[in-house]
């Protein structure tokens, strides 16, 4: 695959000055957002962020996507590290899927159920990119925020040492309890 990238820009946000680095594999573009300090630290926090377009840019009270983003960015702005902004949204099946999932999902199916109908795996990510990513950046061992085992394999394969877990648990409400038991007793999520 050729990937195609950016030079490093600076990004002041509400959360802190960031530097930013873009990178195009095929028609998808990712954005790797690194706190001033990233690298001169041994181990980085890194946060692997999916997009949710409905979440991150909307407040879908649905998910837990748009918390889990504004907890890892004030994270890497306090700490030193990395957001991957990984945009292979609706578990990579993409926009127009991932409402047609949630249309299911309003007439009773959960978020596995939803997109098994639609004939997707439950979850279609790929994160190779994520390793071209973190082999530009230098990253050799970090410290993963996350809840999900399939990210933890994926970043122990390309055998990156993971000093330590953080979760990344915000709080729920009524509108994605269901999908967060789900997502635990049916994705292996450690919630
Ligand atoms: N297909 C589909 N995608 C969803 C649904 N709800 C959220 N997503 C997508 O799921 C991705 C986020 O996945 P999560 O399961 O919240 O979290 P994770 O990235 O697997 O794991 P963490 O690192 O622990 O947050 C984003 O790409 C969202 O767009 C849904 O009901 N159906
Ligand atoms: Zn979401």
Known sequence: MNIIQSNIANLPTKYGKFKIKAYKDGTQEHLAIMSQNFENID?????IH???????TLGSLKCD?????????KFIAR????????????????????????????????TIQANLELGFK???????????IFKDLGVKKLKLITNNPKK?????????EI??????ITQS??????YLQTKKEQMGHML
């Open 152 to 160: 933890i394999d994926y970043v122990e394969s390309l055998g990156i």
């Open 79 to 110: 700490e030193g590290g990395l957001v991957i902004y990984h945009r292979q949204e609706g578990r990579n099946i993409g926009l127009v899927n991932k409402v047609n999932a949630y249309a299911l999902q309003d007439q009773g199916r959960n």
């Open 173 to 178: 409400n009524k509108y994605n309890e269901g």
């Open 122 to 132: 439950e979850d279609e990510r790929d994160y190779s990119i994520v390793g071209h």
């Open 163 to 168: 000093v330590e877990r953080i979760p990344a």
């Open 43 to 47: 181990a980085p926090y890194v946060r």
């Open 65 to 73: 996507c748009q918390n889990q983003l504004d907890l890892s960015l």
């Open 50 to 56: 999916s997009e949710c377009l409905t979440g991150d």
